[in-house]
Structure formats: structure tokens, C-alpha cells
């Protein structure tokens, strides 16, 4: 999927009952998208379809099993799929170490695992559309945060994964973007064991997030970092991996 605009586009998103996905699916509903949006609180879910005309898809994602099933019942309800915003996540912060068992499967099931099953899910009807697959990853995940290790690395996962599946789904016309929002003013935080206390960078809000998520789409871009200000310390590692590791020191 090359550069388009939404209108009449097929789009599940998961994550929609809130935040970040609640946003994306207001913005692809006034750009005319159809929409499935799936989600485990089927009130909240219920309220953001009653606003973007979307189908509800509840559903635990971290369930054997669910993935698919909300891939099944998009396609089902939608007649076939061009997009997949895969956005559905938690955070967890504070030291690696004091992360219990059931923190790390939990946080590895619904941000890296339920996403892979997802793609898979969806791939075949991407292919029939030559859509676009969408995960919704994190600066976290293109630098490592302290104090967030484990969600970085589950961020990073996802970055991963999107830059082996651009290549291999690109013969078969199928586009794969990866969205890195740096901190979005949205439940997670209220939702995760610790609440946002950094002076910087400084929260933007969900409909940003979700601008920037839409704006991909349309243009069929591969990789966003928003705010675009963020590029710059995933950048650094990349050029200057000893200046960053001293500057990431020093900051953590
Ligand atoms: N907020 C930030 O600062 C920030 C920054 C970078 C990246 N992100 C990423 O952006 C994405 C959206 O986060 P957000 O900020 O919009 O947070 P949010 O408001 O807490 O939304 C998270 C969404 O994920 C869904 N979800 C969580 N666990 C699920 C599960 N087991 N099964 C099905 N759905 C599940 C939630 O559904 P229910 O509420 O219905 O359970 C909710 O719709 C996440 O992947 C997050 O990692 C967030």
C-alpha cells in the first residue's frame, strides 16, 4: 500500500477502547475509514464505536486464541481488511529486578506475543488488499529506557519485527510502518505500577499520537517518531554509541 487516503479503507485497530487507538480510530473515522476496534472493556469499547461507526471486537488479546479471532470477526464484519493498527499494550516501570514472573510473561504476551499472533492473523488479507500492517511501538524501543527495561525490550521486539516484515511482505505489496510515540497523555500511566514523573520529554496528547499514526498511513511511511524532536537520541546511539551510553548515564 502506497501513499492513500482512508476513505472506504477496511481498518481493525486494537487498543481502540482508549487512548492512543480510542484517537487513531476518531481520526480514520472522520477520514472515512470502516472500522473494527477491539478491546477488553466492551463499555468503553461500546462508546468509541458509537462515535466512529466502528464494529466492537472484545476480547482479551492475551488469551490463546484471541488474536486470531479478532482477525476473523474484523474480516467477517468488515468483508476483507486493508489496515491493522496493532496498538494494544501496558507498560510496566521501576527496577528490572524487582519485576515478578507473571510482570514479565504478562507485559512479553499482549506487547510483543498477541501482535505477532495479529500480523500473522492478518497477513493474508493484507495481501489480498496490498494493505498495511501498523504496530504501534515506542521510543523505548529504539533506545532502551532505564527504569523500563523490560517494556523497552518488548518495544524493541516490535521494531524488529516491523523492519523483517517490511522486507518480506514487500514483494507481495503489503506496507509495514512502525510508529514510536515518545509520552502520550492517556490512561497507560494511571494503568501501569507508576505514574509519569520525568520534566522531559514533555506528555502530548492521544489525538498527536494518533495524527501521526493516521498521517503514516495515508503516506504509506515505514518509520515515525513522534514528536520528531526523538529521532535524536536514537540517532546518537546509532552514531555515537560511546557519547550516547555516557549521556544516557548520566540522565537515568
Ligand atoms: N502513553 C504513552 O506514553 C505511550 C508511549 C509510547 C507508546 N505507547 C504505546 O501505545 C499503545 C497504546 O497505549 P495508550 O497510551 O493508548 O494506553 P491505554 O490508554 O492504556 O490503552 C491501552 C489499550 O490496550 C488495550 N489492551 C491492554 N491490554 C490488553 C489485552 N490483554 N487485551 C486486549 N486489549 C488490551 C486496552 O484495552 P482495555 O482498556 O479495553 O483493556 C487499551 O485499549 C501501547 O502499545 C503503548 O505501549 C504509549
Known sequence: MGARDLA??????TGGSSGIGAATA????ARGARLAIAGRNAAALRKVAAATSAVCLPGDLAEPGCPRRTIDAAVGALGGLDILVSNAGIGWAGRFADMTEADIDTLLDINLRAAAQLAR????HLQRASGRLVFVGSVAGLV???GEAWYSATKA???????????ELKPAGVGVTLV???VVDTPYFER?????????PKLMSAQAAADAITDA?????????VPLWLTVPARVKASFPRLYRLLAARLA
Request: aromatic fraction near 4%.
Open 121 to 124: 492473523a492478518a497477513i493474508p
Open 180 to 182: 514510536s510515540p515518545g
Open 192 to 200: 501501569r505500577n507508576e505514574p509519569y514523573q520525568r520534566r522531559h
Open 157 to 167: 521486539g516490535l521494531s524488529c519485527l516491523a523492519d523483517a516484515l517490511r522486507a
Open 217 to 225: 498511513v495515508c503516506r504509506g511511511r515505514d518509520d515515525v517518531v
Open 144 to 146: 532502551g529506557v532505564p
Open 26 to 29: 476518531r481520526a480514520f473515522a
Open 8 to 13: 472506504g479503507l477496511r481498518a481493525a485497530i
